[in-house]
């Protein structure tokens, strides 16, 4: 292979994956109720490795996890004193602003050089962000999931997580051409009936919205639960926000064809997607129902239970085999990875891809 060769191949792969991240940005760490009093919890994130705890005062704090002395994982420690991380090697003590305020050996002296980094952390719409970057943190930041903020907890399904072992990136392709429900989710998701569809691509501010709407159709599995009595035929419709870098919010649902969707039922999906490294992402997931129309509490207990375990299966099972074999064969590649366009989509990617494809990689 010629250098020219290699520097083609390398050029393509890094258009698919990128290996850059926006550090300036919020990122999930956990969900809220994922992280007790006194316990210590490991993230790796923009493949820096974190540890999260609870203070005394039930603010969160994060710090890097590595203590500087040996280079033990602190998150193999325990909490003392409510406010404090102890390093289970030698007993060393950090503060919540990464300060080393304990050394019980010798003169108790404690180096300038003691301590760890801190990260800027919030709770917000039931998870933990965490603020990766060296610019002050700007709270206005946080992605918009207010969908889940005061909701009855019927309407909401469990907050969840998996690994996928691949780019983000990938993940939020597949997310952003929902196309492909009607394949690797059919009769779940999707069906035949799907493929047919009126997309349509905007920009609303810094974010980039990508719809779906397939008239006159049998509604996919999960969809014609929501219904009472799901008609013969419906339209489908889903509407995903892409919040850049790395944070979607799905409005999806059917209504009677014809009709406006803001008469018929569905869910707003949430997907969060933190990168632990370039070949790895923490994937958070939960949904909120909208226009409920089903009335009885065991039956919507049902459903609750219904999307959940659809939902996990759906990205667990399909989605995550195929976007992890997806990364292997880019990196296996040895000629370029140039993907077609599919002429019905060219034009709705383009937009797409000029709108916030490329600040998706900007550092």
């Known amino acids: 292979m010629t250098r020219a060769m290699e520097l083609e191949l390398l050029d393509s792969k890094k ?30 994130i923009l493949k820096e490795p974190i540890v999260l705890f609870r203070k005394s005062d039930g603010h969160i704090a994060a710090l890097q996890d590595r203590c500087p002395h040996r280079f033990a994982p602190l998150h193999m420690g325990k909490v003392v004193g409510g406010d404090r991380v102890q390093c289970p090697y030698h007993g060393l003590e950090f503060d919540s602003s990464g300060a080393c305020v304990l050394n019980p050996h ?8 003691a301590r760890v980094r801190s990260y800027p952390v919030t709770e917000k719409h039931k998870a933990i962000w965490i603020w990766m970057g060296e610019q002050p943190p700007d709270l206005a930041k946080v992605p918009d999931f207010s969908v889940l903020d005061n909701v009855p907890e019927m309407h909401a399904t469990k907050r969840d997580r998996i690994t996928i072992r691949a780019n983000y990136e990938l993940i939020i392709d597949n997310l952003l051409d929902l196309s492909h429900t009607s394949y690797l989710h059919d009769g779940i998701l999707g069906n035949s009936d799907t493929v047919e569809s009126e ?37 489908k419709f889903t509407r995903m926000r892409w919040m850049a870098p ?42 909120v ?26 990205f ?48």
């Open 289 to 314: 129902r909208f226009n409920v129309l089903t009335a009885d509490d065991r039956l919507n207990a049902q459903i609750q239970d219904k999307i959940s375990t659809t939902r996990r299966f759906a």
């Open 106 to 113: 010798g003169t108790k002296n404690i180096p300038p050089r």
């Open 316 to 363: 667990e099972e399909q989605d995550a085999p195929v976007i992890e074999a997806q990364q292997e064969m880019i990196d296996a590649a040895a000629t370029a990875v140039d993907p077609i366009i599919h002429s019905c989509r060219a034009e709705a990617i383009g937009d797409a891809r000029a709108g916030g494809m490329a600040g998706r990689i900007s550092v």
């Open 246 to 287: 790395s944070n979607l919010r799905l409005l999806t649902g059917i209504c009677a064809p014809g009709a406006v969707p803001e008469s018929g039922t569905g869910y707003h999906a949430i997907h969060m997607l933190t990168p632990e490294s370039d070949k790895t992402t923490h994937y958070f997931f939960t949904a």
């Open 15 to 44: 258009k698919m994956v990128s290996g850059t991240y926006l550090c300036n940005a919020w990122y999930v760490a956990a969900w809220s109720d994922n992280l007790a009093d006194g316990q210590l919890l490991s993230r790796t």
């Open 199 to 235: 997309i349509t691509v905007e920009q609303d501010g810094d974010d980039v919205i990508v719809g779906r709407y397939a008239r006159n159709a049998t509604a996919p599995g999960l969809f014609a639960i929501l219904m009472p009595s799901t008609p013969e035929r419906v339209d």
